[in-house]
């Protein structure tokens, strides 16, 4: 059996020079951004963040003629900005995207998109009374392991979906002492919010009916948030089952399996470092190499697919209005490791960190 040519990797924008970047936010997450940019060869004019020195820093070190803003609303000001990136805290980037909205700007957002549906709903809203391109972040889609098991689902190399199951096991307390430290859903939230968004997309036009979730803490943990959680979700013909075990685990690994009718699709390795998956139909079995790394080749797919898709006047795979689906599964698995009951995506209208 041949190995199947899927097509996984990041594309970059067909007129890059037609893109002028502005970056609001210019933390940690911000080198990423620039570096996707840069090996596009797409413009970074300005930079803000209300720590000038941040920005300077970035602006320095990949693109030192851009002007810098300690105000986010100058850098909306400037007429030759086209699209804008928004890498600032998800508390306080709703007011930002909306902003830019109105400045006429396109926007591509970090994740996660928002912890409000209505908020969500208001943004898409706007973009699509302005004819404007907003998309999120969700950079998981192009890690290797992920974007090759899009492609072959979107190829049909699996036919229908019937399950899949993606569990990890590794070492999550590097954030005691951080401000991650004090989430409500540490996990569940700013980690697992990746693999909630690849399950939605593996089961795209199929409804989640039901989601049902478990955090608990290790046994002697020190940290505040629970470690160990859980989700099953319910397409009523299909199911995705997630399980984190995030307190000290020795050897980081990841496992992921996806059954369909006409194949499965499997893979194992260190986590988020996945270098091979193994293809199972009728005709045999084959080894599929993976080319690449999360980072930076997530940060890279998202900004060419919201690039071309401006050139192309056509929603975004990684639309806001798509993003919507997977928070509302995001949220609903917050409400149930609450309450211990199976909760409906939907239902929960906020996500409590």
């Known amino acids: 059996m041949r190995s199947p040519k ?45 720590n000038l020195a941040a920005a300077q820093s970035r602006r320095d070190e990949f693109f030192p003629q851009a002007a810098l803003y300690t105000d986010y609303r100058e850098l909306l000001a400037c007429e030759d900005i086209t699209v804008v990136e928004i890498a600032t805290h998800t508390a ?24 409000d549906l209505a ?18 972040n969700q950079n998981g889609r192009w890690a290797p392991q992920f974007s090759a098991l899009l492609a072959a689902v979107r190829q049909g190399l699996l036919g229908d979906i019937h399950t899949l199951d993606m569990v990890m096991a590794w070492d999550h307390t590097w954030t005691r002492g951080s ?37 608990v803490p290790a046994p002697h943990q020190d940290l505040t948030p629970p470690m160990l959680a859980n989700a099953v979700i319910n397409f009523g013909d299909g199911l ?56 930076p080749d997530g940060f890279r797919g998202t900004l060419g697919e919201f690039l071309r898709a401006i050139e192309a006047d056509r929603e975004p795979s990684i639309s806001g209005r798509n993003n919507l689906r997977s928070l509302e599964i995001c949220f609903a698995a917050l409400a149930s490791a609450d309450t211990g009951r199976p909760v409906k995506p939907g239902q929960a209208r906020m996500g409590r960190l």
């Open 6 to 50: 899927l097509d996984y990797l990041p594309r970059g924008p067909r007129y890059p020079k037609r893109h002028k970047l502005g970056l609001i936010g210019c933390g940690g997450i911000a080198q990423y951004h620039l570096t996707a940019a840069q090996s596009f060869g797409v413009e970074v004019v300005a930079l803000a963040d209300v």
């Open 92 to 115: 306080i980037r709703t007011p930002q995207i909306l902003d830019a909205l109105r400045a006429g700007k396109h926007v591509l957002s970090q994740k996660p998109f928002t912890f």
């Open 119 to 136: 908020a969500g709903r208001k943004m898409v809203a706007l973009a699509a009374r302005k004819g404007l391109r907003l998309g999120v």
């Open 179 to 215: 401000k991650f430290a004090e989430l409500h859903h540490l996990i569940l939230s700013d980690f697992a919010i990746h693999w909630f968004d690849i399950a939605a997309t593996v089961f795209a036009g199929r409804t989640a009916h039901s989601v049902f979730a478990n955090a």
């Open 240 to 295: 995705a089952t997630l399980g984190f075990s995030a307190y000290q685990s020795f050897a980081p690994h990841e496992y992921l399996c996806c059954v369909g009718s006409q194949g499965t699709l499997r893979g194992a390795g260190n986590l988020c470092n996945l270098t091979e998956l193994e293809l199972t139909t009728r005709q045999g079995t084959v080894k599929i190499p993976l080319e690449g790394k999360w980072f």
